[in-house]
């Protein structure tokens, strides 16, 4: 395989795929690592290289049955991760949305596994999340997926497809700002991603097409700062410098298209047309072989205003009329991401793996049970032996047996008084979770189904009932949840673990950056200055402050600020998370924390509230041995704050596409 991998250095790629197909059916037993790599490497040639997306699809497939096979944990679980990736990025290209944000996130939600973190998978999932949003216009939203992405690749050592996406990602911090009119900011990052290629070049001797073409799309990607500030002798130096390397064989010829595209319209608006003839008859011959929507649209565009000048607007009509069907095409292919809510559909995700983690407990609890039975006969039959040994006893029988009839009547009323009471309780909790959980099939089966009939065609009055229909749905379905969670709570035993608590509030935070995004807020997290590891319970408290921070958002304004902070106070950890939403009246502050209280309030959006969040982070707090409090002013904000004591216990082989920036 590294044959293979020095044929595709060179840019001979299918040559390297044939070696391969030949040399490995010639090893007499490959192992099972062999056959996933093996995999692997025709997937990327399906995907990157020839675009035959169905094909790659099918070797994750093939991916996937082996690593099911491999037995080392930690191996399995990064491979988890590399095909997850893998295959969403191939149901991205096939534009199965749905099926691509699954999979990012089945990658994801593996790298922040606890047993095996894997830096590098969750770097691969912030770079897809930010290239979405930057496909989707949310520059800014796609710039901190960026610097997610860049941080967590930062420290992955000097391999080549982790330097290769770092200085591509530099390269995406630039068109993020240009794209937000910030062009200062944006040659910084260019000049950043120059420099780095040019400083740590040498190091990788044999990837020189590869580094040449990177700076042809950072040459592409400045021009069009300058074009901008109308300085036109700057930007065709460098589109000029991007074109000569990216027209090479086996560079990125669709990048230099686009960049001759660029360098047309400098031609055609300082009136040089004898230069713009000659690039347009040249990009013609280029586009018969390498196919390229953007730069075919835009070639029209051009013919279409050279003839438009000269006056033969028959031969103009026909070129704009070309431009705009083709225009007209590619917005129709890309209508369909624009209009996916890739944010509510990793909230589901995420549910969805809370309630799988929640049925793993519950087969835990299974097992307790029978351990708690068997304990317990245990404890029967030893009782049994003393009483025989006690009976055999001749001294004092007399005493001792009304001593122990004494004993036994007052034993047998209270056994009686705290049976009655348990069973009362079990009976309760029982009641609570067998009609929650009845509810929740049929609810979600309504919830469902009128998100489907919301799709179809109904006259307004209709479809107003409809989504009323759906939101009460979701809303039960909510309700039941936190009914379910909070009847579970007390016989739940913690799962108590080392974990590093920086960390732990940072996903939380990142998870939920979707959520507030969605009502213009921006959160803030000012970390511990150092690391801290406390012996927790990862779920229940990762549970407490995503509670917290979703009530922020829910209650803050739109484009509103949430601050999350983490201290040491005294020998404790203390997390705080402020808003500066609607408060909490007077009235209402002794009941926060009460199950099934009469303080609930909608969110500033409608957003509905049962009044269980807190209460269940309180019963957390307390079997954690911690605090939960506030200080809240009504219509000024309030400050949720969490108390812990500090107690301890004595990669993928497919090279990146870089960005480049269409002419529109």
């Known amino acids: 395989m590294k044959t293979t991998e020095s044929y595709w250095q060179k840019g001979k790629v299918k040559a390297g795929l044939d070696y391969m197909d030949s040399a490995f059916n010639k090893l007499p037993s490959p192992t099972l690592e062999d056959r996933f790599r093996y995999y692997g490497f025709h997937f990327v040639y399906y995907q990157k290289t020839v675009s035959q997306f169905e094909r790659s699809l099918a070797y994750t497939d093939s991916m996937i049955a082996v690593n099911n096979k491999i037995t080392n944990a930690k191996v399995h679980a990064h491979n988890i991760a590399d095909y997850s990736f893998a295959r969403g990025d191939a149901f991205f290209e096939l534009k199965q949305y749905t099926e691509a944000y699954e999979s990012y996130y089945q990658g994801y939600a593996t790298g922040k596994d606890r047993s095996y973190l894997n830096f590098d998978a969750l770097g691969d999932y912030t770079y897809r999340m930010g290239m979405i949003m930057y496909k989707k216009g949310h520059y800014p939203l796609a710039l ?78 400045m021009a069009d700062i300058y074009i901008r500030k109308k300085n036109y002798a700057q930007a065709a130096a460098l589109l000029k410098k991007s074109i000569a390397i990216n027209l090479n064989p086996g560079y990125d010829n669709r990048d ?88 509510q559909q990793l909230a589901n995700y995420e549910k969805q793996h809370e309630i799988e983690t929640l049925s793993n407990d519950n087969k835990l609890q299974v097992i307790y049970l029978y351990v708690s039975v068997f304990l317990a006969v245990m404890a029967v039959i030893i009782i049994f032996l003393v009483f025989r040994n006690w009976k055999r006893s001749k001294r004092d029988v007399e005493t001792v047996n009304l001593l122990n009839k004494q004993i036994n009547e007052q034993n047998h009323v209270l056994e009686k008084a705290f049976n009655e009471l348990n069973t009362s309780s079990q009976e309760k909790d029982r009641i609570l979770r067998t009609v929650a959980h009845d509810l929740r099939n049929p609810i979600g089966g309504i919830a469902s189904l009128t998100t489907m009939m919301a799709q179809d065609e109904y006259t307004d009055e209709q479809k107003e009932l409809i989504n009323l229909l759906r939101e009460t749905s979701f809303n039960s379905l909510e309700l039941i949840n936190e009914i379910l969670e909070a009847t579970n709570m007390n016989s739940v035993a913690l799962n108590l673990e080392q974990i590093e608590i920086n960390s732990l509030v940072n996903n939380s935070v990142e998870l939920l950056r979707f959520k507030a995004a969605e009502k213009g807020q921006t959160i803030l997290l000012e970390p511990l200055n150092r690391q801290q590891e406390l012996y927790i319970s990862r779920e229940k408290i990762w549970r407490v402050i995503s ?9 803050s304004p739109t484009g509103g600020e949430i601050n999350v902070k983490v201290a040491e106070v005294n020998g404790k950890i203390i997390i705080a998370v402020q808003d500066h939403g609607i408060g909490i009246p007077d009235k209402m502050k002794d009941e926060v924390f009460n199950m099934f209280t009469s303080a609930q309030r909608p969110g500033t959006s409608g957003e509905k509230s049962f009044g269980l969040g807190l209460s ?49």
């Open 144 to 221: 901190n997926y960026f610097k997610d992405s860049y941080r967590y690749f930062k420290n992955s050592g000097d391999g080549f497809v982790v330097f290769y996406r770092r200085q591509e990602l530099l390269d995406n911090f630039g068109i993020c700002f240009r794209r937000m009119n910030q062009p200062d900011s944006a040659l910084v990052y260019f000049n950043k991603a120059l420099t780095l290629i040019d400083k740590n070049g040498y190091k990788y001797p044999d990837r020189k097409l590869h580094l040449e073409s990177a700076k042809g799309v950072v040459y592409g990607n």
């Open 256 to 343: 230099a298209q686009l960049s001759e595209i660029k360098l047309g319209q400098i031609y055609l608006d300082v009136n040089e047309k004898d230069s713009l003839v000659n690039l347009l008859s040249n990009l013609r011959s280029q586009l018969d072989t390498v196919k390229n929507d953007d730069a075919e649209a835009d070639y029209n565009r051009l013919l279409g205003n050279y003839y438009e000048q000269k006056g033969d607007l028959r031969k103009a009509l026909t070129h704009i009329q070309q431009y705009n069907i083709l225009k007209d095409s590619i917005a129709q292919r890309v209508s369909s991401l624009m209009q996916t809510d890739v944010n």
């Open 547 to 555: 509670n917290l921070i979703s009530n922020a958002i829910k209650f």
């Open 616 to 664: 269940i982070c309180k019963q957390i707090m307390d079997k954690h041995h911690g605090k939960i409090w506030f200080e809240s002013n009504a219509n000024i904000g309030t400050t949720f704050f969490i108390s812990l004591p500090i107690i301890s216990r004595s990669v993928p082989t497919d090279l990146p596409k870089q960005v480049s920036e269409p002419v529109s």
